[in-house]
């Protein structure tokens, strides 16, 4: 699926993508950033597995392995289409019980020849411990509201996102 367009097609006639902003941390185009409406609503994840702390700081014995995001625009940052995402996910430490959380944030959407990336700039409501994560997407079929999400983990020395294919979600969408 490599270069595919994947927001091609009747759903981006009636939701135009709507051009962003910078995002921090972000490694992506400021200029590329599109957040398209059919992507708004809830992304369960119905199979695969993601460590949500792959890239970011790692702790032994310790996952944040995502369940879904709600994708939704709201008011912030002196607009009133922000692009707002909620994420649940479950905090997985060997010596305790599973407990579910979340994260808020940013979203936003990037085209390029390599594929189609989302990026999430995310903050813990405890603390505001920033958590940025970034998804090749692929499959994304927004008739039947499904797709696939490959986590990709930022090396710490080269500064580059890599594919983790072992952390792949497959996701089914439920509109707002």
């Known amino acids: 699926?490599?270069?595919?367009?994947?927001l091609e097609g009747s759903h981006k006639?009636?939701?135009?993508?709507?051009?962003?902003?910078?995002?921090?941390?972000?490694?992506?185009?400021e200029d590329a950033i599109e957040e398209p409406a059919w992507v708004h609503g809830t992304w369960?994840?119905?199979?695969?597995?993601?460590?949500?702390m792959t890239g970011n700081m790692e702790l032994e014995g310790v996952q944040w392995l995502f369940n879904s995001i709600r994708i939704y625009t709201g008011e912030?940052?002196?607009?009133?289409d922000c692009p707002m995402c909620e994420?649940?996910?479950?905090?997985?430490?060997?010596?305790e019980e599973p407990l579910e959380c979340k994260l808020a944030g940013l979203w936003g959407i990037q085209q390029?020849?390599?594929?189609?990336?989302?990026?999430?700039?995310l903050t813990t409501p405890v603390g505001g411990f920033a958590v940025n994560v970034a998804f090749l997407l692929s499959d994304?079929?927004?008739d039947k509201g499904t797709g696939?999400?490959?986590?990709l983990a930022k090396d710490p020395t080269t500064k580059v996102y890599r594919e983790q294919h072992e952390q792949t979600l497959h996701l089914k969408h439920t509109p707002l």
């Open 87 to 95: 994420v649940t996910y479950t905090l997985d430490a060997s010596d």
């Open 76 to 80: 912030d940052n002196g607009r009133t």
């Open 44 to 52: 369960e994840a119905t199979d695969g597995k993601c460590n949500l």
């Open 13 to 29: 006639m009636a939701d135009q993508a709507v051009r962003g902003r910078a995002r921090a941390n972000s490694h992506f185009s």
């Open 148 to 151: 696939k999400a490959i986590l």
């Open 112 to 121: 390029d020849p390599q594929g189609t990336f989302m990026f999430l700039n």
């Open 1 to 6: 699926q490599k270069g595919k367009n994947i």
């Open 140 to 142: 994304m079929d927004p």
